[in-house]
């Protein structure tokens, strides 16, 4: 059962079964039989699927939600024999960390610290970068990469360990004057807010195609009436609580002020984007790789 639930998250978070089923290394159809056999053992209906959309009942709305970082935690368990074996080692080893820029700042500084208590005898080198195309993976095997990145090469394993949405937020004081948008029209005609560079091409975004996670609906959103538009979330977010608008935001760059309520969430189940956070690693990994990895894999379930 604890397989099917983690094919169901995969499913959920991936938006479809051919990407959730090539991720997992198994064919839509076997993937289909875990569904199938999960409902069964539940009694109850988690999705409604046609050919094109994937639906979540309200059933599987609770589910998901109870169980979204169940693979997380699979590996955790997994590992957690080497985390005993390093921190009661005598090792001494230098290991290299990949991260990009807007991950590592949300998910790995906080816990940098805690890292260095609990593996005293091991020298972690981070780097950080946004993009595997700057970097020479055949060079650099021995690396351990916490990228939004599938990377394909051979002798590396990379595993999905959760899923980053791009949301809308808005800041209490925002809020508190103007209330929040009920619906994509009411944020278009009645709101304000920032608009977006392609990150690419560096040029305008006259129109984003957003959707609902739950549903799978997709909109437009007309954003050619913004006064500003920016390539960069962070600074996004800097500018968004600092003036009167509202803007994207990756939901990990956000959560302290989710948690203290200094940033309120706009139309919450609709997201501009979304993205694989992959932990990346040689195949043959030293105990001390080994315990970098499952902390990695840990902070990504806080």
Not at 7 to 17: A, H, K, P, S, V
Not at 141 to 151: E, F, R, S, T, V
Not at 287 to 296: G, R, S
């Amino acid at each position: 059962m604890l397989d099917d639930l983690v094919l169901f998250i995969r499913i959920i978070e991936t938006g479809n079964f051919k990407k959730a089923a090539e991720l997992s290394n198994i064919t839509t159809a076997t993937l289909s039989k875990h569904i199938t056999n999960l409902e069964y053992t539940l009694q109850k209906t988690l999705l409604i699927r046609d050919t094109r959309n994937i639906q979540l009942t309200e059933y599987g709305k609770f589910i998901y939600s109870k169980f979204k970082h169940l693979s997380v935690y699979t590996t955790i368990i997994n590992n957690v024999k080497y985390d005993f074996d390093v921190t009661n080692s005598n090792v001494h080893e230098s290991v290299y960390l990949v991260v990009g820029g807007g991950i590592g700042y949300a998910l790995v500084n906080p816990f940098i610290s805690e890292f260095i208590d609990a593996y005293p005898n091991i020298k972690l080198n981070i780097i950080y970068n946004n993009y595997i195309g700057n970097m020479d993976v055949g060079s650099n095997k021995k690396h351990i990469y916490l990228l939004p990145d599938y990377i394909k090469s051979h002798g590396i394993h990379s595993q999905l360990l959760r899923y980053e949405y791009a949301q809308f937020y808005c800041s209490n004081d925002y809020f508190q004057k103007f209330g929040a948008p009920e619906s994509i029209n009411d944020l278009m005609k009645n709101h304000k807010f920032i608009g977006l560079l392609d990150s690419s091409s560096k040029q305008a975004l006259g129109v984003i195609t957003i959707k609902n996670k739950l549903t799978n609906e997709h909109a437009l959103l007309d954003t050619s009436d913004c006064n500003i538009r920016l390539d960069n979330p962070l600074q996004m977010k800097s500018i968004g609580m600092n003036s009167g608008l509202i803007f994207g935001c990756w939901e990990t760059l956000c959560k302290e002020e989710l948690k203290s309520s200094d940033l309120i969430p706009v139309l919450p189940e609709w997201v501009f984007h979304s993205t694989g956070l992959y932990l990346s690693h040689a195949s043959n990994m030293t105990d001390a790789e080994k315990a970098v990895a499952n902390f990695i894999t840990r902070v990504c379930s806080i």
